[in-house]
């Protein structure tokens, strides 16, 4: 065998050769991988074998090359199965066999000597070859269990990093981005080249309809690997074309045409892509319609160009798309559709350049379950964008769509939703025409966030309107609506608590079920345990119900003990907008001239220790169903007086801005939050010269960028004295000065700029009770409107103020007064001492009286009776352009 060995190392080049040959023939796919398939692998088997046999050494010492560990581990990386690793060993033992025996018959014609060489010969090589194996299935083993450690990593990892939030296009973002950038759990190395991600144009927009056919899609990410150099012409090269057929360069200028410019490595995510669809019969095209994935190796490029989703009119005109040098093509690519519970979302495809290796089986699953988890991060944003969509679609209706004409204020408002994380919130605000030509400016915030709160702003505005047209004082108004809110709190927990009982039942009839079940099978005692412990744990016990009364009863009325009206105002309202702590100083009202910024006053008030929380009220954020609690802020504001009276509710506190810039903040009484009851409410009365600007707001804006209650307030004073054209520019202003793009929680801003009624529009007549009082009242209404210009309405104006005053005079007590406001309208007020209410009744046919009334309910626009502390008011309001009712009513 030395000789043998000898004269064959004399011509290793040519036994390398043909053992390189041999393995070239039968396996050809692992040569491949030039990083683990060379000449100089074989070459270094050949020499050891050679050498040992020419030296005679023991077959049990014979060790293979060190660096054959090395090429095991990169074929493993390569995901080279196993069995064509040792293949490989046995083919080239196999042609040296041959050889190396060929050569003993050459060199003798002893059967004998050649019979016991041949054996020790194979002895040898059959030694070597299973102590390489073994080693070769070791490294390959700890190569691939590390590799499924490193994928299982990318798992989790994709976990982590995909659907970091509830934004569809972020979302696939960041599943391009994810599979193009380099990971640890593949050796630093990217897990593809080129990353699209295109969404089916329904579920896009959070629909769930049916999809249309064919497909229409939109491509929302598309990413290129820094790492090929393949990819960094395709990067830099700016637009590209997306029509063609045939190659993946294609597919790459076509993602390159919907970034254009973008960067290597870079992911620019397209604000609205155009719709597109895909061939008939191409991968992406398959993998929509059956919901499998399918990986693909690209000899001429991939057969899945996308197309436009609607072709252009015939005889229009199509831009040309700017050429771009064509990248190198794709040699491997995956299509993974994204379903997500029973539905198809999009699909996803992964694109390695031919300086990568072909993706393999394993990649393909790891690419499910990237996939995968992308597809239900896309699909729970999507549900949220539906469902954030219903409920701004429903707090917007609830809104008032534009400000009703009033003469008393110029109106600037603005609502804007809180950022996709905190949700849809219950803030709103209203403008109210009151009687007399006054005006009624209203803001609020309901606690929490989503459809519950929205659905309760609602209810509450509705609420607010109908005890303002009743025309109560806002301290009275806010009380009845602490009243509406406590009505809808123990609602809310009512039902909170019949959806846990039924939730209970439910649940113990399903365990005393399974119970009768096994009773069945011959287990009475288990049924009849299973039937106790199922009644004992039902959630809908008396436990829970007495738990929810004590909550509901906590929140009509205050605990002995708790904080006074002010700390409540202060502190709860501090609270659900994370503003005032105990521990800032009081702060008394002050006006504050321009300029440097001064101590104002707290917003919330006087900030005090901040009580344990109500049992009604829950931090802003919480979506809870069985909760209602708001905070409201409430103004009349009468244009004849310039007086303005206000009341609030735990809100914040309004500002002013008097016409020469000085600003002040109102320093209101602390009322306790809507929903709390047993404290009353204060109101003041102010008065401000014309073009005073009252702001009104919910905390919100004060808060939105994370400063503090002082710096917001400072931040508002700025934005309100600087100068713009028009009181919406000042709006518009305040609101860029305040919030962030996406504010943590929603806001409501009124800003109302007061005007006057001058002397020469209002008439006032003191007037007798006595019945001949009213033929001078006519007498007075007549010239009045002459003087105005209004003799159109003098036959009206007659009518009405007649029978106002007669019934002043015969059921009210004197003094009794007559107004006339020239406005939008002629408003038409009498008023006595009296505190009856008139009341509308139909008279019958032979009653001599009862018709005053309904003769003004006909003959005027609108008309009511408001109360003051010390009398009431009657007051009809008449337009000129109104028609003459028919009379035979009388």
């Given at each position: 065998?030395?000789?043998?060995a000898?004269?064959?190392g004399?011509?290793a080049?040519?036994l390398?050769?043909?053992?390189?040959r041999?393995?070239r023939s039968?396996?050809?796919?692992?040569?491949?991988y030039s990083?683990?398939?060379?000449?100089?692998?074989?070459?270094?088997?050949?020499?050891?074998v050679?050498?040992?046999?020419?030296?005679g050494?023991?077959?049990?010492?014979v060790?293979?090359?060190?660096?054959e560990?090395?090429?095991?581990?990169?074929?493993?990386?390569?995901?080279?199965?196993?069995?064509?690793v040792?293949r490989?060993?046995?083919?080239?033992?196999?042609v040296?066999?041959d050889?190396l025996?060929?050569?003993?018959?050459?060199?003798t014609d002893d059967?004998t000597?050649?019979?016991e060489?041949?054996r020790?010969?194979?002895?040898?090589?059959?030694?070597y070859?299973d102590?390489?194996?073994e080693?070769g299935v070791?490294a390959?083993?700890?190569?691939?269990?590390?590799r499924?450690?490193?994928?299982?990593?990318?798992?989790?990892?994709a976990?982590v990093?995909?659907g970091?939030?509830l934004d569809?296009?972020?979302t696939?973002q960041?599943?391009?981005e994810?599979a193009?950038?380099?990971?640890?759990?593949?050796a630093?190395?990217?897990?593809?080249?080129?990353v699209t991600?295109d969404l089916?144009d329904?579920?896009?927009?959070g629909?769930d309809t049916?999809p249309?056919?064919p497909?229409?899609l939109?491509r929302?990410?598309?990413?290129?690997?820094a790492?090929?150099?393949?990819?960094s012409?395709a990067?830099?090269?700016?637009?590209?074309a997306g029509?063609g057929?045939?190659?993946?360069?294609?597919?790459?200028?076509?993602g390159a045409?919907l970034?254009?410019?973008a960067?290597?490595?870079?992911?620019?995510?397209?604000?609205?892509p155009?719709?597109?669809?895909?061939?008939?019969?191409?991968?992406p095209?398959?993998?929509?319609?059956?919901?499998?994935?399918?990986?693909?190796r690209?000899d001429?490029?991939?057969p899945?160009?996308v197309?436009?989703?609607?072709p252009a009119?015939?005889g229009?005109s199509?831009?040309?798309?700017p050429?771009?040098?064509s990248?190198?093509?794709a040699?491997s690519?995956?299509?993974?559709?994204?379903?997500?519970?029973?539905?198809?979302?999009?699909?996803a495809?992964f694109?390695?350049?031919p300086?990568s290796?072909?993706?393999?089986d394993e990649?393909?699953?790891?690419?499910?379950e990237i996939?995968?988890?992308a597809a239900?991060a896309v699909?729970n944003?999507r549900?949220?964008?539906?469902?954030?969509?219903?409920?701004?679609s429903l707090q917007?209706?609830?809104?008032?769509?534009?400000?009703?004409?009033?003469s008393?204020?110029?109106v600037?408002?603005?609502y804007?939703?809180a950022?996709d994380?905190?949700?849809?919130g219950?803030?709103w605000?209203?403008?109210?025409?009151?009687?007399g030509?006054?005006?009624?400016?209203?803001v609020g915030d309901?606690?929490?966030?989503g459809?519950?709160?929205?659905?309760?702003?609602?209810?509450l505005?509705t609420a607010?309107?109908?005890?303002a047209?009743?025309?109560?004082p806002?301290?009275?108004?806010?009380?009845?609506l602490?009243?509406?809110?406590?009505?809808l709190?123990?609602?809310a927990e009512?039902?909170?608590?019949?959806?846990e009982?039924?939730?209970?039942?439910?649940?113990g009839?399903e365990?005393?079920?399974?119970?009768a079940?096994?009773g069945?099978?011959g287990?009475?005692r288990?049924?009849?345990?299973?039937?106790?412990?199922?009644d004992a744990?039902?959630?809908?016990?008396?436990?829970?119900?007495?738990?929810a009364?004590?909550r509901a009863?906590?929140?009509?009325?205050?605990?002995s003990?708790?904080?006074?009206?002010g700390?409540l105002?202060?502190?709860?309202s501090?609270?659900?907008?994370g503003?005032a702590t105990?521990?800032?100083?009081?702060?008394?009202?002050g006006?504050?001239p321009?300029?440097p910024?001064?101590p104002?006053?707290?917003?919330?008030?006087?900030?005090?220790?901040?009580?344990?929380?109500?049992?009604t009220?829950?931090?802003v954020?919480a979506?809870?169903?069985g909760?209602?609690?708001?905070?409201?802020?409430?103004?009349?504001y009468?244009?004849?007086s310039?007086s303005?009276?206000?009341?609030r509710?735990?809100?914040?506190l309004?500002?002013?801005?008097a016409?020469?810039?000085?600003?002040?903040?109102?320093d209101?009484?602390?009322?306790?939050?809507l929903g709390?009851?047993g404290?009353?409410?204060?109101?003041?009365?102010v008065?401000?010269?014309?073009?005073?600007?009252?702001?009104?707001?919910?905390?919100g804006?004060?808060?939105?960028?994370?400063?503090?209650?002082?710096?917001?307030?400072?931040?508002?004073?700025?934005?309100?004295?600087?100068?713009?054209?028009s009181?919406?520019?000042?709006?518009?202003a305040v609101?860029?000065?305040?919030l962030p793009?996406?504010?943590p929680?929603?806001v409501?801003l009124?800003?109302?700029?007061?005007?006057?009624?001058?002397?020469e529009?209002?008439?006032?007549?003191?007037l007798?009770?006595?019945?001949?009082?009213v033929?001078?009242?006519r007498?007075n209404?007549?010239?009045q409107l002459?003087?105005?210009g209004l003799?159109?309405?003098?036959?009206?104006?007659e009518l009405?103020v007649?029978e106002?005053v007669?019934?002043?005079?015969?059921?009210?007590?004197?003094?009794?007064g007559l107004?006339?406001?020239h406005?939008r309208t002629?408003?038409?007020e009498?008023s006595?001492?009296g505190?009856?209410?008139?009341?509308?009744r139909?008279?019958?046919?032979?009653?001599?009286?009862?018709?005053g009334?309904?003769?003004?309910a006909?003959l005027?626009?609108?008309w009511g009776t408001r109360?003051?502390?010390?009398?009431?008011?009657?007051?009809?309001?008449?337009?000129a352009s109104a028609?003459l009712?028919?009379?035979?009513f009388?």
């Amino acid at each position: 065998m030395s000789r043998v060995a000898r004269e064959l190392g004399s011509k290793a080049d040519e036994l390398i050769a043909e053992v390189e040959r041999c393995l070239r023939s039968e396996l050809p796919d692992l040569w491949t991988y030039s990083d683990a398939m060379t000449s100089q692998n074989v070459a270094r088997h050949v020499v050891v074998v050679l050498s040992a046999l020419e030296h005679g050494v023991d077959p049990r010492a014979v060790e293979q090359p060190i660096a054959e560990l090395t090429r095991v581990r990169r074929l493993a990386r390569h995901g080279v199965p196993v069995s064509v690793v040792l293949r490989a060993f046995r083919l080239g033992q196999g042609v040296m066999l041959d050889r190396l025996l060929e050569g003993m018959a050459r060199l003798t014609d002893d059967a004998t000597l050649i019979s016991e060489a041949a054996r020790r010969l194979i002895v040898t090589a059959t030694g070597y070859v299973d102590r390489s194996s073994e080693q070769g299935v070791v490294a390959y083993e700890e190569e691939r269990e590390h590799r499924l450690r490193g994928r299982l990593s990318l798992v989790n990892e994709a976990s982590v990093r995909i659907g970091t939030t509830l934004d569809i296009a972020q979302t696939t973002q960041e599943l391009a981005e994810f599979a193009t950038e380099p990971l640890a759990g593949l050796a630093d190395r990217s897990f593809a080249d080129l990353v699209t991600v295109d969404l089916i144009d329904s579920a896009l927009h959070g629909h769930d309809t049916p999809p249309e056919d064919p497909l229409v899609l939109r491509r929302l990410a598309r990413r290129t690997s820094a790492a090929p150099e393949e990819h960094s012409e395709a990067g830099a090269s700016g637009g590209g074309a997306g029509a063609g057929s045939g190659s993946a360069g294609s597919e790459l200028r076509r993602g390159a045409a919907l970034e254009q410019g973008a960067a290597v490595g870079s992911a620019t995510k397209v604000a609205l892509p155009e719709p597109h669809t895909f061939p008939a019969g191409s991968l992406p095209a398959r993998a929509l319609a059956t919901g499998h994935p399918f990986r693909h190796r690209l000899d001429g490029g991939p057969p899945d160009l996308v197309h436009p989703a609607r072709p252009a009119p015939r005889g229009a005109s199509v831009p040309p798309v700017p050429s771009a040098p064509s990248p190198p093509s794709a040699h491997s690519t995956l299509v993974v559709p994204l379903r997500a519970r029973g539905a198809i979302l999009g699909v996803a495809q992964f694109f390695r350049a031919p300086a990568s290796d072909a993706f393999d089986d394993e990649d393909l699953l790891l690419a499910q379950e990237i996939a995968a988890r992308a597809a239900v991060a896309v699909d729970n944003a999507r549900r949220y964008t539906h469902a954030r969509a219903t409920a701004i679609s429903l707090q917007r209706s609830l809104l008032p769509s534009r400000t009703p004409p009033q003469s008393a204020v110029e109106v600037a408002c603005r609502y804007r939703p809180a950022g996709d994380r905190a949700g849809v919130g219950g803030d709103w605000y209203d403008v109210i025409p009151l009687s007399g030509a006054r005006v009624a400016l209203v803001v609020g915030d309901v606690v929490g966030h989503g459809i519950h709160a929205a659905a309760t702003m609602g209810r509450l505005r509705t609420a607010v309107r109908t005890l303002a047209d009743i025309d109560l004082p806002p301290d009275e108004l806010l009380t009845h609506l602490d009243d509406v809110v406590i009505r809808l709190s123990a609602e809310a927990e009512g039902e909170g608590e019949e959806d846990e009982e039924e939730q209970g039942q439910g649940q113990g009839q399903e365990r005393r079920g399974r119970g009768a079940r096994q009773g069945e099978a011959g287990d009475a005692r288990a049924d009849a345990g299973s039937g106790d412990r199922a009644d004992a744990r039902s959630p809908g016990g008396g436990g829970r119900s007495e738990g929810a009364g004590a909550r509901a009863a906590a929140g009509r009325g205050l605990p002995s003990g708790s904080p006074r009206a002010g700390d409540l105002g202060s502190g709860i309202s501090a609270s659900a907008g994370g503003g005032a702590t105990g521990s800032t100083p009081p702060v008394t009202s002050g006006a504050v001239p321009p300029g440097p910024a001064a101590p104002l006053p707290h917003p919330f008030g006087a900030p005090s220790p901040r009580p344990s929380p109500s049992p009604t009220l829950a931090p802003v954020g919480a979506e809870s169903v069985g909760v209602v609690g708001a905070t409201c802020v409430y103004a009349v504001y009468d244009p004849v007086s310039r007086s303005c009276t206000l009341a609030r509710a735990g809100h914040v506190l309004p500002v002013v801005v008097a016409p020469d810039g000085v600003v002040d903040v109102l320093d209101l009484p602390p009322g306790p939050p809507l929903g709390l009851g047993g404290l009353p409410f204060e109101s003041v009365e102010v008065e401000w010269p014309e073009g005073t600007v009252l702001a009104l707001y919910t905390d919100g804006l004060l808060e939105a960028r994370g400063h503090d209650i002082d710096e917001g307030l400072a931040r508002l004073r700025d934005a309100l004295v600087r100068p713009a054209a028009s009181l919406e520019a000042t709006c518009d202003a305040v609101l860029g000065s305040l919030l962030p793009p996406r504010p943590p929680d929603d806001v409501a801003l009124l800003l109302a700029r007061t005007r006057a009624l001058g002397a020469e529009q209002v008439a006032h007549w003191d007037l007798e009770a006595d019945p001949a009082a009213v033929g001078l009242a006519r007498a007075n209404v007549a010239r009045q409107l002459a003087l105005w210009g209004l003799e159109e309405l003098d036959f009206l104006a007659e009518l009405v103020v007649s029978e106002l005053v007669t019934n002043a005079i015969r059921y009210g007590r004197p003094p009794i007064g007559l107004r006339l406001i020239h406005d939008r309208t002629l408003l038409c007020e009498v008023s006595d001492a009296g505190s009856t209410t008139p009341h509308l009744r139909r008279a019958r046919v032979f009653d001599e009286g009862g018709r005053g009334l309904l003769l003004v309910a006909q003959l005027a626009e609108r008309w009511g009776t408001r109360h003051a502390r010390h009398g009431k008011t009657v007051w009809a309001e008449l337009n000129a352009s109104a028609a003459l009712p028919d009379m035979a009513f009388l």
